[in-house]
């Protein structure tokens, strides 16, 4: 009699790697919802895993420590809320709406407040590099888009000072909102593209 080979080794490796990104969304998302709760300074390995249900083994085969779990369950939300490149067919305007997006990020409407881990960003030196790359990374992303479409339109800009030209958005707004408890009002904004940013890409 002819014996069928039985299919439960191919069905249970399926339904691994489908529980594979799951259970690390899981394990992502409890990081961010902590995060919020608690602080990072009061993040433990033992509570991420308590609410995502995951085991401390599972999780430390994947991430060296809490600063690059914590980094990658910030990118893993920015990937989730992150608004596309302005493309409003006017440079200006669209460098408006990279400067609310700055500040949108520094206060946590996309995602936990940057603000809020000021503290945690100064004292973890792994953090600090982790998040430090993240930001520059999407930063200068945005501002080549928005460079490269500018020229494309036909207006006459420096498009390789397009990097230089975020650091700057960035940190103008970063340290308004330190200094004054609150991101640069519309005329700020206003004020901060027309005589700063426009003004670096047109020199």
């Known amino acids: 009699m002819t014996r069928m080979a039985a299919p439960e080794p191919e069905l249970s490796t399926a339904r691994s790697s489908r529980r594979g990104p799951a259970r690390e969304y899981a394990i992502l998302d409890a990081a961010i919802a902590l995060i919020a709760e608690v602080g990072y300074e009061r993040?433990?390995?033992?509570?991420?895993?308590?609410?995502?249900?995951?085991?401390?083994?599972?999780?430390?085969?994947?991430?060296?420590?809490?600063?690059?779990?914590?980094?990658?369950?910030?990118?893993?939300?920015?990937?989730?809320?992150?608004?596309?490149?302005?493309?409003?067919?006017?440079?200006?305007?669209?460098?408006?709406?990279?400067?609310?997006?700055?500040?949108?990020?520094?206060?946590?409407?996309?995602?936990?407040?940057?603000?809020?881990?000021?503290?945690?960003?100064?004292?973890?030196?792994?953090?600090?590099?982790?998040?430090?790359?993240?930001?520059?990374?999407?930063s200068h992303e945005?501002?080549?888009?928005?460079?490269?479409?500018?020229?494309?339109?036909?207006?006459t800009i420096r498009e390789e000072h397009a990097e230089a030209m975020l650091d700057v958005a960035f940190s103008h707004v970063f340290t308004h909102t330190l200094f004054h408890g609150r991101v640069p009002d519309q005329v700020a904004r206003e004020r901060l593209v027309d005589d700063i940013l426009l003004l670096l890409l047109r020199c």
């Open 142 to 155: 945005v501002g080549r888009a928005v460079c490269r479409r500018a020229v494309l339109r036909g207006d």
């Open 43 to 138: 993040i433990t390995f033992d509570a991420i895993a308590a609410r995502a249900h995951a085991s401390k083994t599972t999780m430390y085969r994947r991430w060296a420590g809490k600063a690059e779990l914590v980094a990658d369950a910030l990118r893993h939300q920015a990937k989730n809320v992150a608004p596309a490149v302005p493309d409003t067919g006017s440079l200006r305007d669209d460098l408006l709406l990279v400067v609310g997006q700055i500040a949108d990020t520094l206060t946590g409407r996309a995602g936990p407040s940057l603000i809020g881990l000021l503290e945690a960003i100064r004292d973890d030196r792994v953090l600090r590099e982790l998040i430090g790359s993240q930001i520059r990374d999407r």
